[in-house]
């Protein structure tokens, strides 16, 4: 029987929590003191943790880090940032479920990472490329953590290219 999908390409993904490496200010947020911390967070650090994710040549300008920070702050989104960062603890709650999906797939599976990603680059697809049964990565050198921001039409390329196949 054909599976429904035919392929799936996943972006950036922290999905393996050994791998992840997440940045100081994401840690705060996701534990007890994040309510209070996403509501004290400033423009100025904001800039300076997000600008550190991007591949040195890729960092964001001024009107892309205001556009940012217009969009975090927008109808009181600092006061919930510490529910969005759930993830990182569902990642961990769901990680044998959700990795041992990857490692049973039938479904063709690639992975694209920036590899100057600090929180989820290149060991992350060191992870995936150990837990996965041909495993199918491509490391976008001049990429970080937004790939499809910082190299959209290599991103582009790699995603097509995959289904294309699949």
Request: aromatic share 6%; net charge positive; charged share 25%.
């Amino acid at each position: 029987r054909r599976p429904a999908l035919l392929g799936v390409c996943l972006l950036n993904g922290g999905i393996y929590p050994d791998a992840v490496r997440p940045l100081r200010v994401q840690t705060l947020l996701a534990g007890p003191l994040g309510l209070v911390l996403g509501r004290l967070l400033g423009e100025r650090r904001f800039r300076r943790s997000f600008s550190a994710i991007f591949a040195p040549q890729a960092r964001p300008g001024d009107e892309a880090l205001e556009t940012w920070w217009a969009l975090l702050t927008r109808q009181g989104g600092r006061a919930v940032t510490h529910r969005v960062i759930r993830y990182m603890h569902e990642r961990r709650r769901h990680a044998a479920r959700w990795t041992g999906a990857l490692a049973r797939t039938r479904v063709p599976l690639r992975l694209v990472v920036g590899a100057h990603d600090p929180i989820s680059g290149r060991a992350m697809a060191d992870r995936f490329r150990a837990a996965v049964p041909a495993p199918d990565v491509v490391v976008l050198e001049e990429a970080g953590h937004c790939p499809q921001v910082e190299a959209p039409r290599a991103m582009l390329d790699a995603s097509l290219a995959h289904f294309e196949r699949a």
